[in-house]
């Protein structure tokens, strides 16, 4: 296989985890953090991508007049990455729990990153937190606790076993998830959320559901503009824990940014 030469590789910008000052911990923390889980990057890498992470604009320290969009006419397309929950006030509810509060901060710096993206013809890809934060930028709502609002779902999220909760995924017939993945020999994925969609973005398709209790586990905007996203973790798959092989959506989303 031939090296990829620079014009080949995608450029693709990471949003930020953040993680805000605490007096409890070291001298380093006592200040604003942005930072990416190494597996993102890493999957991206996988398919030749070069990414970089797109820091926070606004903030106490910000200064220069780079935009959003400035971001998007630079890179060729964004990973929404996955973490903290998403803030109830963000799609027109409270907090029905404290726990469940979010961080509307990092809600508002995704969602402006999502429009200026969109805006500039560039293709967005979702992960876990990354799905629910299109579903609510495009007009959407979620559960602030599955288990909560559903009782009878499913269990989601396990914190003892991590990425090795898995359970199987249903393709919607006629997607083009389905014509990605359909051949996978394997249709069980990882479940690490207990937030998900209760009210489906309009435009917007499911393309894949969880078969016990029809959670939605994949997305696809239905116009021209390319965003997609799944629940689940891609980049935490691999071949030993006999899950599905899901390397297309990577591949397909790299070629929409090419």
């Given at each position: 296989i031939p090296a990829?030469?620079?014009?080949?590789?995608?450029?693709?910008?990471?949003?930020?985890?953040?993680?805000?000052?605490?007096?409890?911990?070291?001298?380093?923390?006592?200040?604003?953090?942005?930072?990416?889980?190494?597996?993102v990057p890493h999957w991206l890498m996988a398919g030749g991508a070069v990414p970089a992470m797109?820091?926070?604009l606004v903030g106490d320290t910000a200064r220069g007049d780079v935009t959003a969009e400035h971001y998007a006419a630079w890179l060729d397309g964004l990973v929404l990455h996955g973490g903290v929950d998403m803030s109830p006030t963000s799609y027109g509810e409270e907090p029905l729990d404290p726990r469940w509060a979010g961080d509307?901060?990092?809600?508002?710096?995704?969602?402006?990153?999502?429009?200026?993206?969109?805006?500039?013809g560039k293709p967005v890809f979702g992960i876990c937190r990354g799905l629910q934060l299109i579903n609510?930028?495009?007009?959407?709502?979620?559960?602030?606790?599955?288990?909560?609002?559903?009782?009878?779902?499913?269990?989601?999220r396990d914190g003892e076993a991590y990425d090795r909760l898995f359970h199987d995924v249903q393709l919607v017939p006629g997607t083009r998830m389905?014509?990605?993945?359909?051949?996978?020999?394997?249709?069980?994925?990882?479940?690490?959320?207990?937030?998900?969609?209760?009210?489906?973005?309009?435009?917007?398709?499911?393309?894949?559901?969880?078969?016990?209790?029809?959670?939605?586990?994949?997305?696809?905007?239905?116009?021209?503009?390319?965003?997609?996203?799944?629940?689940?973790?891609?980049?935490?798959?691999?071949?030993?824990?006999?899950?599905?092989?899901?390397?297309?959506?990577l591949h397909d989303f790299l070629d929409a940014a090419r």
């Open positions: 990829l030469t620079m014009t080949d590789r995608p450029k693709i910008g990471v949003s930020a985890c953040f993680l805000y000052p605490d007096n409890n911990r070291p001298a380093f923390a006592k200040k604003t953090l942005q930072y990416v889980e190494q597996s797109v820091p926070a509307r901060t990092r809600d508002l710096y995704e969602m402006e990153l999502v429009r200026a993206f969109v805006a500039a609510v930028s495009f007009g959407g709502t979620l559960y602030q606790d599955i288990s909560t609002q559903k009782p009878e779902a499913l269990v989601h389905e014509a990605l993945l359909g051949s996978s020999s394997s249709r069980k994925i990882n479940s690490i959320h207990h937030q998900g969609i209760k009210d489906l973005a309009p435009d917007f398709v499911a393309e894949a559901l969880c078969p016990d209790d029809g959670t939605i586990e994949a997305v696809r905007h239905r116009g021209d503009t390319w965003v997609a996203a799944v629940q689940w973790h891609p980049e935490f798959h691999k071949p030993e824990y006999g899950v599905m092989d899901d390397s297309a959506l």
